[in-house]
């Protein structure tokens, strides 16, 4: 009964090692494979190599900072203004080039009343003007449609001022409108250096009262022969 007992035993036993071993458990370890490094990201500030400069970059900066940009300032209604204006510009470094044109040009701030319907209201109005002190006041074509009488055209915001209150001391309302003339107009071209600023147009007037009704833009196409 014993010696059943212990073969009973030994096939229990070999039965459970036959399980370890087809789980594998009872195989010998193998040793780890080297795993390799994880890798990190880095600003660019923590390498220790410069980064290269890429060349494309050194063009577009190239390209950005030798532009070149040609302003014209006008129009001046004659040459005499056009090169007060001028040497303004040269004596603070710039090189102005000037050139003629057509075109229309501010002729000067129009002070004026509407003209009476009869001929009889407009005769007295301008009677009541002259002996006002407004010698000058004389019928003309107006800005609009019709008939005006006009009171003076000033270049001086301070003189047309002043032409307001005589008038409205003696009673009348009168308008004002900025009156222009076309014909030969006078422009200064100028090209600027990357670092220079844009042109004040209230910098190049030649009297300090005097009203500025000039305009900065970029410069005209140079016309030349077809590539």
């Known amino acids: 009964m014993t010696l059943l007992k212990s073969i009973v035993v030994c096939l229990v036993l070999a039965n459970v090692g036959y399980f370890l071993w087809a789980r594998g458990i009872a195989k010998t370890p193998e040793a780890p494979a080297l795993g390799l490094p994880a890798a990190t990201l ?43 204006a001028a040497t303004t510009l040269r004596g603070g470094g710039y090189d102005p080039r000037q050139r003629v044109a057509d075109g229309e040009v501010w002729a000067g701030v129009w002070v004026y009343l509407p003209l009476p319907p009869s001929r009889a209201a407009g005769d007295q109005t301008l009677a009541r003007l002259k002996a006002g002190g407004i010698d000058d006041a004389l019928e003309m074509p107006g800005p609009n449609e019709g008939s005006v009488i006009s009171l003076g055209l000033y270049s001086e915001a301070k003189r047309a001022q002043a032409r307001v209150a005589q008038a409205q001391a003696l009673g009348f309302n009168p308008g004002i409108a900025d009156r222009k003339r076309t014909g030969n107009v006078y422009w200064i071209d100028i090209d600027l250096k990357p670092t220079d600023s844009l042109l004040n147009p209230a910098d190049l007037q030649s009297d300090a009262g005097r009203i500025v009704r000039l305009e900065v833009k970029g410069c005209p196409p140079v016309s030349g022969p077809s590539p």
């Open 42 to 84: 880095k600003l660019a500030s923590e390498s220790s190599e410069a980064p290269r400069a890429d060349v494309g970059d050194g063009v577009r900066q190239g390209l950005l900072t030798n532009v070149k940009r040609c302003i014209s300032v006008g129009p001046f209604r004659d040459v005499s203004e056009a090169a007060h």
